[in-house]
Nanobody, 128 residues
Framework: QVQLVESGGGLVQAGGSLRLSCAAS????????????MAWFRQAPGNEREFVAV????????YYADSVKGRFTISRDNAKNMVYLQMTNLRPEDTAVYYC?????????????????WGQGTQVTVSS
């Protein structure tokens, strides 16, 4: 069974940086031709879950929400079954629970409903 576990959240002042990690288990990123697209979403209280960033499998192509473009970087290490989200120049509006998501044998998507596998989330709080 696929499991995703996020870590690295915390409290940071505006302008600061954090690096989120997502550890995948229960499958291999290079097993029998299967591949997984990996993404980060976030959800603030009272808001819907929103797309942050996604990285494709084959070429490592990345896409970002406009609100984080130029500040956040998504990356993956297939050998370690890890996905990362480097966040810089954080703003109070970045405060949310951040979720790692994965989908098997799919292209990159910005829609939460396209992902079957989710982590439990990690809280990021940015103080002004």
């Amino acid at each position: 069974q696929v499991q995703l576990v996020e870590s690295g959240g915390g409290l940071v002042q505006a302008g600061g940086s954090l690096r989120l990690s997502c550890a995948a288990s229960g499958w291999s990123l290079d097993n029998y031709g299967d591949y997984y697209v990996m993404a980060w979403f976030r959800q603030a209280p009272g808001n819907e879950r929103e797309f942050v960033a996604v990285v494709s499998w084959s070429r490592g192509t990345t896409y970002y929400a406009d609100s984080v473009k130029g500040r956040f970087t998504i990356s993956r290490d297939n050998a370690k079954n890890m996905v990362y989200l480097q966040m810089t120049n954080l703003r109070p509006e970045d405060t949310a629970v951040y979720y790692c998501a994965a989908e098997r044998n799919a292209g990159p998507s910005r829609r939460a409903r396209d992902y079957d596998y989710w982590g439990q989330g990690t809280q990021v709080t940015v103080s002004s």
